[in-house]
């Protein structure tokens, strides 16, 4: 059959019903003590997708989904992969407010909740309904490849919500463990079911008929028990996480093949750390975003002849530096902004993603990210618009003029960090009552670490834009 003429193609549904035909009795995930066989999960997501479908949502309309860690949320994933209906999860800890663009621009055919948010239904009603459903194999849907898969909201500089679309085959090639399934071990995710790098986690593992060990919090404790619990081999975590794990010394990391991190800058001392602490591994740094993908990883062999590089290009991916920003080419890249054309021609320039990133390449071909060409602050692994930052603490009493920005940080990537001028006469805020103020406001990744009193925020002449690089030189 010629190519042209296969039918749908590289379908991330197809993904859940393969595995169960191959391993049904294979573990798929697991949360603490609960475990999701790969057939228990193919026909759970069966029975979802009839009250789903029951419920009028369709091929192409998208779901948004706002709800924690939890195996329920697996399920449904897979379910609406089989309808071909549009995965659009949301960060449960953001305030209705800050979430209310993105449901706007998503217009979502229905709303699902763990219960903390209003929404048409909630889990455990979808799950309990479900449980009335036959687990008889949902009719494939009618689309292809390169139909929608998921939408994942980011915020660009202005704080406005872009809906980053990734199609089936996107999310199929990102994931995809090679022409060989060779054994890979347990995995655990310990990046919440709302971020992308949890479902590439995990959809790295499923497409190589694995485990992915989901865990509820990324404190040390919960993270070790994971790890004991599945002898996982496998770990991806942010600097952060990985410095958690490191101080707790009576950790048992002896099961760990791969020790993956990225997202921000790696200390060498750190990966001195993890080196001692796991010395069988491999130790390797990822670099990448939700519209490029794996851009760059830089493999253990390469960490102390290359510090703080984040390695050579990934395969199929190609890289290019224009005064200055990192400019990426190749399949893994998203299919745009969700109906933004602006935004989206934007990002691009001749085919070519403008990733925001300042970078070098060396005459070896290896990258090192120097910083960011915007104002965006990366946070671990998270994005933050310094003008909702500021827009909230404008609000504070006594605050006359406020700049937020980042402030490199060996855990973190980046800190945010508030600048404030106060009225004459008023007291200088400290670090908690700024967060307290931001807490009904904002997510707590957006709340600022280190706040810093000036007499002036210094601003260009004549657009009185803040010059935010004059701030990080005077308080570093």
Request: glycine fraction near 8%; proline fraction near 7%.
């Amino acid at each position: 059959m010629a190519r042209k003429d296969w039918p749908g193609g590289l379908l991330i549904g197809d993904v859940f019903r393969n595995a169960a035909r191959a391993v049904p009795t294979r573990t798929a995930a697991t949360l603490g003590e609960a475990t999701l066989t790969f057939g228990e999960l193919d026909r759970a997501a069966n029975r979802i997708a009839r009250v789903l479908a029951g419920s009028g949502v369709r091929a192409g309309e998208r779901v948004v989904v706002r709800a924690g860690t939890s195996l329920a949320v697996v399920p449904l994933f897979a379910a609406l992969a089989k309808l071909g209906a549009v995965y659009v999860p949301l960060d449960p800890a953001l305030h209705d407010d800050e979430v209310a663009p993105a449901i706007a621009a998503a217009s979502p055919a229905l709303q699902v909740s763990d219960g903390t948010h209003a929404a048409d239904v909630t889990l455990d009603d979808l799950t309990d309904r479900a449980a009335a459903e036959p687990d008889a194999a949902v009719d494939p849907p009618a689309i292809t490849e390169n139909d929608p898969h998921v939408v994942f909201f980011t915020s660009g500089s202005s704080g406005r919500a872009k809906g980053a679309v990734l199609s089936h085959r996107v999310n199929h090639l990102r994931t995809h463990p090679g022409a060989l399934l060779e054994p890979r071990g347990a995995m655990v995710c310990p990046y919440p079911l709302f971020h992308m790098g949890a479902w590439t986690v995990a959809m790295q593992q499923w497409q190589a008929r694995d485990t992915v060990v989901l865990v509820g919090a990324t404190d040390a404790a919960t993270v070790v028990d994971a790890i004991t619990r599945s002898r996982a081999a496998r770990l991806n975590c942010v600097p952060a996480v990985w410095r958690r794990i490191l101080d707790d010394h009576d950790a048992d990391l002896s099961t760990i093949r791969f020790a993956d991190t990225g997202t921000s800058a790696t200390p060498p001392e750190l990966l001195g750390a993890m080196r001692a602490a796991m010395p069988g591994a491999r130790l390797r740094i990822f670099y990448g975003s939700t519209e490029a993908g794996s851009v760059a990883m830089l493999e253990d062999r390469d960490i102390e002849r290359k510090p703080g590089s984040v390695g050579v290009p990934a395969p199929s991916t190609e890289v290019r530096i224009d005064d200055g920003q990192l400019f990426v080419r190749g399949p893994l890249l998203f299919d745009g902004y969700l109906d933004d054309p602006g935004a989206t021609a934007a990002a691009f320039a001749d085919g070519w993603y403008a990733t925001g990133d300042r970078a070098e390449l060396d005459d070896e071909g290896y990258l090192t990210i120097v910083g960011r060409a915007g104002d965006v602050i990366r946070t671990g692994g998270e994005s933050v618009a310094p003008s909702e930052v500021e827009a909230v603490l404008a609000t504070m009493d006594g605050v006359r003029d406020v700049a937020v920005f980042g402030l490199a940080d060996p855990d973190w990537g980046e800190v945010v960090c508030a600048a404030i001028v106060c009225h004459a006469g008023a007291p200088a805020p400290a670090i908690a009552q700024v967060r307290a103020h931001c807490a009904d406001r904002l997510a707590p990744f957006k709340h600022p670490r280190r706040v810093v009193v000036l007499d002036a925020i210094p601003r260009t002449p004549a657009t009185n834009q803040i010059q935010r690089r004059l701030l990080v030189e005077r308080v570093t």
